[in-house]
């Protein structure tokens, strides 16, 4: 079976198992699938994150366990050929987010995260590739190569009842929220001179934060130098095809489907590292989705061993600073903020790779700085999973498990911190409050001289 990721991490997998049922078709991937063993944590609804779409709807058929029942009932009914099309699967994957929540809390990692992204990827081989799909996949390339188009439209459909009204019409986005409306003006990199004491790091600025969100990588490369860091923006290799267009980790592209693209994106972020490898410079980055793809779903695009080594100098900014902090006696002077007891809410990603811990690290470090955390699922918004017209109704549903009752609770003077961008974005759809990024608290918090 010719498939679109590779799975050769799962080739001994099942081998010996007498339970694992895998499929007859699909090889590697098959088994990938089969790793589940029915536990059904994926069917829980207290702490946790694992499975968005079970916690809202109280139906197996919209849990992880159900959709691995569907792909092998699938590959073992099917021909290769058309398994990907088969009906069940479109009904069984409808409400997945992607959340990666069951590869970390499911007791057999199944990462159906990228069982996702396989799926579509051959489902677009047999029946092409929609137009909404192609839209938001593309984002990285709509930002960056037609940034002043995208913000008129994104602005005139934000403005116009009657066009969100076409708009859902024909693509089948949601007129009942705005769309995220690009910064007046991106991101403009720089590198840092002077001293650097303590070295020099790579900040990694995402799609979004670059075009949609540029003060959280301003903010960050505030709080890098002020700690005593030479601060270089990553930019595409010498010889890059797309010299001017910001390096991508792909993420937009593999959530779907459209891995073709992903790849290219990952040969890009492959070729402009390829000297910091050697030297193990640190980079960082600042949206969980982007630098956490980076680390994990890079390897399945085939890349080459090259991924591993990369994956050890790929930090979130509250990482990288914990690490130090604990290492290397990194110290930052902070003052209070005076602000009353905040809100965090940590992204699915920042969840599923243990990050928050690193997160609430950073946080303790402001004098006088306090905040609870929401005990939530993922927030609904999911990437361009909230702004499907058809999910919209489920997307605010998953928000209002948790997260939009606790914002709604806090003070109306208590920052809400989320490092997600599509977080952010449910959370002032569905609050009216604007969250900040942990950078931006750091920044506000500095002693600068």
């Given at each position: 079976m010719k498939t679109f990721l590779d799975w050769s991490a799962y080739d001994t997998y099942g081998i010996g198992d007498a339970y694992s049922g895998i499929p007859a078709t699909g090889g590697n991937y098959a088994k990938a699938v089969a790793v589940c063993m029915r536990s059904r944590d994926c069917q829980n609804t207290g702490k946790g994150v694992m499975c968005p779409s079970f916690r809202i709807t109280g139906e197996r058929k919209h849990s992880t366990e159900a959709r691995v029942a569907a792909f092998k009932a699938a590959l073992n009914d099917g021909t290769d050929a058309r398994a990907f099309a088969d009906p069940r699967l479109d009904e069984a994957m409808d409400l997945c987010v992607s959340c990666k929540a069951c590869k970390k809390e499911c007791p057999s990692s199944v990462d159906m995260t990228l069982i996702k992204t396989e799926y579509l990827a051959q489902r677009h081989e047999i029946l092409g590739v929609p137009r909404r799909t192609w839209l938001f996949g593309a984002l990285p390339e709509w930002a960056g190569r037609h940034r002043a188009w995208l913000r008129f439209a994104i602005g005139l459909r934000n403005r116009s009842k009657w066009v969100a009204q076409c708009v859902e019409k024909w693509l089948g986005i949601t007129s009942k929220r705005p769309i995220p409306m690009p910064a007046k003006k991106p991101f403009a990199g720089f590198t840092s001179g002077g001293v650097a004491p303590r070295g020099e790091v790579i900040l990694f600025v995402d799609t979004f934060c670059h075009h949609f969100d540029p003060e959280i990588a301003e903010a960050a490369t505030?709080?890098?130098?002020?700690?005593?860091?030479?601060?270089?923006?990553?930019?595409?290799?010498?010889?890059?095809?797309?010299?001017?267009?910001?390096?991508?980790?792909?993420?937009?592209?593999?959530?779907?489907?459209?891995?073709?693209?992903?790849?290219?994106?990952?040969?890009?972020?492959?070729?402009?590292?390829?000297?910091?490898?050697?030297?193990?410079?640190?980079?960082?980055?600042?949206?969980?989705?982007?630098?956490?793809?980076?680390?994990?779903?890079?390897?399945?695009?085939?890349?080459?061993?090259?991924?591993?080594?990369?994956?050890?100098?790929?930090?979130?900014?509250?990482?990288?600073?914990?690490?130090?902090?604990?290492?290397?006696?990194?110290?930052?002077?902070?003052?209070?903020?005076?602000?009353?007891?905040?809100?965090l809410h940590g992204h699915c990603h920042q969840k599923a790779f243990g990050v928050m811990k690193a997160t609430r690290k950073v946080l303790n470090w402001i004098p006088g700085f306090s905040y609870d955390i929401v005990e939530t699922s993922c927030c609904g918004m999911a990437g361009s999973f909230g702004l499907e017209a058809e999910h919209y109704d489920a997307s605010l549903q998953m928000a209002e498990i948790s997260l939009l009752p606790a914002v709604r609770a806090a003070g109306s003077d208590a920052p809400i911190i989320a490092n997600g961008f599509s977080c952010r974005h449910q959370i002032e759809h569905g609050s009216g409050r604007q969250a900040v990024h942990t950078a931006v608290l750091l920044r506000d918090a500095l002693v600068l001289n």
């Amino acid at each position: 079976m010719k498939t679109f990721l590779d799975w050769s991490a799962y080739d001994t997998y099942g081998i010996g198992d007498a339970y694992s049922g895998i499929p007859a078709t699909g090889g590697n991937y098959a088994k990938a699938v089969a790793v589940c063993m029915r536990s059904r944590d994926c069917q829980n609804t207290g702490k946790g994150v694992m499975c968005p779409s079970f916690r809202i709807t109280g139906e197996r058929k919209h849990s992880t366990e159900a959709r691995v029942a569907a792909f092998k009932a699938a590959l073992n009914d099917g021909t290769d050929a058309r398994a990907f099309a088969d009906p069940r699967l479109d009904e069984a994957m409808d409400l997945c987010v992607s959340c990666k929540a069951c590869k970390k809390e499911c007791p057999s990692s199944v990462d159906m995260t990228l069982i996702k992204t396989e799926y579509l990827a051959q489902r677009h081989e047999i029946l092409g590739v929609p137009r909404r799909t192609w839209l938001f996949g593309a984002l990285p390339e709509w930002a960056g190569r037609h940034r002043a188009w995208l913000r008129f439209a994104i602005g005139l459909r934000n403005r116009s009842k009657w066009v969100a009204q076409c708009v859902e019409k024909w693509l089948g986005i949601t007129s009942k929220r705005p769309i995220p409306m690009p910064a007046k003006k991106p991101f403009a990199g720089f590198t840092s001179g002077g001293v650097a004491p303590r070295g020099e790091v790579i900040l990694f600025v995402d799609t979004f934060c670059h075009h949609f969100d540029p003060e959280i990588a301003e903010a960050a490369t505030t709080v890098l130098e002020h700690a005593g860091y030479k601060v270089r923006i990553a930019k595409p290799a010498p010889g890059d095809a797309e010299p001017d267009r910001p390096l991508c980790c792909g993420r937009t592209y593999l959530t779907t489907g459209m891995v073709k693209q992903a790849r290219h994106e990952g040969e890009r972020v492959l070729a402009a590292f390829r000297g910091e490898i050697a030297a193990q410079t640190p980079i960082i980055g600042l949206e969980p989705s982007c630098l956490l793809s980076l680390r994990d779903e890079l390897y399945s695009l085939g890349l080459g061993q090259e991924v591993g080594e990369l994956g050890k100098q790929l930090y979130l900014i509250e990482e990288f600073l914990a690490r130090e902090h604990q290492n290397k006696g990194l110290r930052l002077n902070l003052k209070p903020l005076d602000l009353p007891k905040a809100l965090l809410h940590g992204h699915c990603h920042q969840k599923a790779f243990g990050v928050m811990k690193a997160t609430r690290k950073v946080l303790n470090w402001i004098p006088g700085f306090s905040y609870d955390i929401v005990e939530t699922s993922c927030c609904g918004m999911a990437g361009s999973f909230g702004l499907e017209a058809e999910h919209y109704d489920a997307s605010l549903q998953m928000a209002e498990i948790s997260l939009l009752p606790a914002v709604r609770a806090a003070g109306s003077d208590a920052p809400i911190i989320a490092n997600g961008f599509s977080c952010r974005h449910q959370i002032e759809h569905g609050s009216g409050r604007q969250a900040v990024h942990t950078a931006v608290l750091l920044r506000d918090a500095l002693v600068l001289n």
